[in-house]
């Protein structure tokens, strides 16, 4: 049976090159080529095709993926351009395989991000209609009022992204800090959301992304565990069920 075509940035997902959102900048900004040809985004190639990135041969030579934890400090930048960036999050770490962020956290915050070579997972923990959870810890410049945590938690409209952010879940900690719970990740949010507010942010840190917590000291790395591979595979199949991160894992 002929093996079906496939986009070219599903391939280039699926071989842990890069993320599709990756994949769609480099072709494109012309980088990427299917027999030599720079192709039109949403080209399909067949198995036989020869698929380079800025002129070296993709293959698909895996046999494991890496699913990292990363405790991100103030200042390095979410980004897999190491020649635009030098504050990077891919030259911090340096890892001994390609990976890249499944998400962002902005420049001036920290906390947890996961990292990996998967790019079908990350495509489909991104998708805002999932619903995952990601949590904050945050402080504000003023003292924290009950109306702004009833604002926060119902919903406010950012003018500069026309966007309503999401019902979200809101607690007071202290005089000026507060946790937050998303379920979307729209550029900038929180400080936005804040800003609205009349508030400004002092400290941003992220705590956990679904069932993944933060526990490890900042600038550093380890690997998820079984229990929440697991964990995460259920919560990832709860909306796409055809995903199961050890079927690749060994």
Same mark, same amino acid.
């Given at each position: 049976m002929t093996?079906?075509?496939?986009?070219?940035?599903?391939?280039?997902?699926?071989?842990?090159?890069?993320?599709r959102?990756?994949?769609?900048?480099?072709i494109?900004a012309?980088?990427?080529?299917?027999?030599?040809?720079?192709?039109?985004?949403?080209?399909?190639?067949?198995p036989?095709?020869?698929v380079?990135?800025?002129?070296?041969?993709?293959?698909?030579?895996k046999?494991?993926?890496?699913?990292?934890?990363?405790?991100k400090?103030v200042?390095i930048?979410?980004? $897999?351009? $190491?020649?635009v960036?030098?504050?990077?999050?891919?030259?911090?770490?340096?890892?001994?395989?390609?990976?890249?962020?499944?998400?962002?956290?902005?420049?001036p915050?920290?906390?947890?991000?996961?990292?990996?070579?998967d790019?079908?997972?990350?495509?489909?923990?991104?998708?805002?209609?999932?619903?995952?959870?990601?949590?904050?810890?945050?402080?504000?410049?003023?003292?924290?009022s009950?109306?702004?945590?009833?604002r926060?938690?119902?919903?406010?409209y950012l003018?500069?992204?026309?966007?309503? $952010?999401?019902?979200?879940?809101?607690?007071?900690?202290?005089?000026?800090?507060?946790?937050?719970?998303?379920?979307?990740?729209?550029?900038?949010?929180i400080?936005?959301?804040?800003?609205?507010?009349?508030?400004?942010?002092? $400290?941003?840190?992220?705590?956990?992304?679904?069932?993944?917590?933060?526990?490890?000291?900042?600038?550093k790395?380890?690997?998820?565990?079984?229990?929440?591979?697991?964990?995460?595979?259920?919560?990832?199949?709860?909306?796409h069920?055809?995903?199961?991160?050890?079927?690749?894992?060994?």
């Amino acid at each position: 049976m002929t093996e079906p075509l496939k986009r070219i940035n599903k391939y280039l997902s699926e071989v842990g090159y890069c993320s599709r959102r990756e994949a769609d900048k480099l072709i494109e900004a012309g980088r990427v080529t299917i027999n030599g040809v720079v192709p039109e985004m949403g080209t399909k190639i067949a198995p036989t095709d020869i698929v380079a990135v800025d002129g070296k041969t993709v293959t698909n030579t895996k046999e494991s993926f890496v699913y990292l934890a990363f405790n991100k400090p103030v200042g390095i930048v979410c980004t $897999t351009d $190491t020649s635009v960036e030098k504050d990077n999050i891919i030259d911090f770490i340096n890892y001994p395989k390609r990976i890249f962020p499944m998400g962002r956290l902005d420049k001036p915050s920290e906390g947890l991000i996961l990292l990996t070579d998967d790019g079908d997972i990350v495509n489909k923990i991104l998708r805002a209609s999932n619903n995952h959870e990601k949590e904050y810890i945050v402080t504000v410049d003023k003292p924290i009022s009950q109306t702004f945590v009833n604002r926060m938690s119902g919903g406010i409209y950012l003018e500069e992204l026309k966007q309503t $952010t999401k019902k979200c879940k809101v607690e007071k900690l202290s005089t000026y800090k507060f946790k937050i719970i998303l379920t979307q990740g729209l550029n900038r949010q929180i400080r936005r959301m804040c800003s609205y507010l009349n508030y400004e942010v002092q $400290t941003l840190k992220r705590v956990r992304i679904m069932n993944i917590k933060l526990d490890i000291p900042i600038g550093k790395y380890r690997e998820l565990t079984s229990d929440e591979f697991k964990t995460l595979s259920n919560l990832i199949s709860s909306s796409h069920k055809e995903f199961n991160p050890f079927t690749k894992r060994r």
